[in-house]
């Protein structure tokens, strides 16, 4: 199996990476910009590209299983999706550990997420960008016939139903890992308003970061220097992007207004006195030890 490493292109301040992220969007046939591209933004660049069904631990074949059937046990009452793949996106939506990982077609929502962490300032962010339309050309034969006749580069949860009603019957489709993108219903505005697809692997036990170092011609990851975050973050809030709109309600509300009237100062000054702490704590330590 072929395997590489991920291009990996380090931006120096926000125009360069207003440029980066629509490199190559140009669709000569159609004379538009139209990047068939899925964005994931991290606040850490060493985050790792893991389903949350992944990071529970072991067994995640066993595990996928008992969570799905208790998230539409339990939650029935308020909801009805029609299919697993409803309920799949629906618990993901809500937090519930599932194979699948949270994009966006925007790259400017991907921006926000990956400087939306004061805390996480003095470390690189990354922007993860996935050419989906070429990663179709590695999944399997039916699922390339619905893309076809539906004339579309990614997929609903009723066309990955007409192919597959379990995750199962998905899984089947082909011997070699392979990953579909698909748009989840509009369940509320904050999907709406973030543009947001999943990525779906066919396995629960896939990490997609391995997958994509097996085929790194389908991805770039776009490094957002620490000491360009602050710019970022600003132009970002001048652009109304911000937690007010892709959280919509009064959670989002108050993380936009903590994260807006938290001082730079006050943060510099936060990360002065941590750094002092593990300096002081080595040199006590470093003393005990003699």
């Known amino acids: 199996m072929r395997g590489g490493l991920v291009q ?30 899925a964005f994931r933004g991290l606040s850490d660049a060493n985050y790792a590209l893991k389903s949350g069904l992944l990071r529970l631990g072991s067994s995640p074949e066993r595990l996928e299983g008992h969570l799905l059937r208790n998230f539409r046990k339990y939650a029935r009452r308020d909801s009805a999706p029609d299919s697993i793949w409803d309920w799949m ?10 194979r699948l990982i949270d994009w966006t077609y925007s790259p400017y929502v991907a921006m926000h997420f990956a400087t939306a962490r004061l805390e996480d300032f003095e ?37 990955l139903n007409s192919v597959a009603r379990t995750p199962a019957e998905f899984d089947r489709l082909a011997k070699e890992p392979f990953v579909v993108f698909f748009e989840p219903p509009s369940l509320d505005d904050r999907i709406v308003n973030q543009f947001a697809l999943f990525s779906l692997m066919s396995s629960p036990a896939a990490a997609l970061d391995d997958w994509l170092n097996q085929h790194p011609q389908l991805c770039r990851k776009i490094i957002i220097p620490a000491e360009a975050k602050w710019e970022v973050r600003d132009k970002l809030d ?17 993380s936009w207004l ?4 938290t001082p730079r100062t006050q943060k510099m000054k936060q990360e002065s006195e941590r750094e002092a702490a593990e300096a002081m704590a080595k040199e006590t330590a470093g003393s005990e030890s003699h």
């Open 238 to 254: 001048q652009a109304n992007i911000t937690e007010r709109v892709l959280l919509p309600g009064l959670d989002g509300l108050s």
């Open 258 to 261: 903590r994260r807006y009237y």
């Open 8 to 37: 990996e292109i380090r931006i120096k301040d926000w125009n360069e990476l207003g440029e980066r992220v629509y490199e190559g969007s140009w669709e000569a046939g159609i004379a538009r910009f139209r990047p068939n591209v």
């Open 123 to 159: 470390i690189d962010g990354v922007i993860w960008s996935v050419d989906f339309a070429a990663a179709n050309e590695l999944i399997p034969k039916k699922l390339k016939e619905v893309l076809r006749e539906e004339g579309s580069y990614t997929f609903t949860v009723d066309m």
């Open 89 to 98: 996106a629906l618990g993901q939506h809500h937090g519930l550990p599932t």
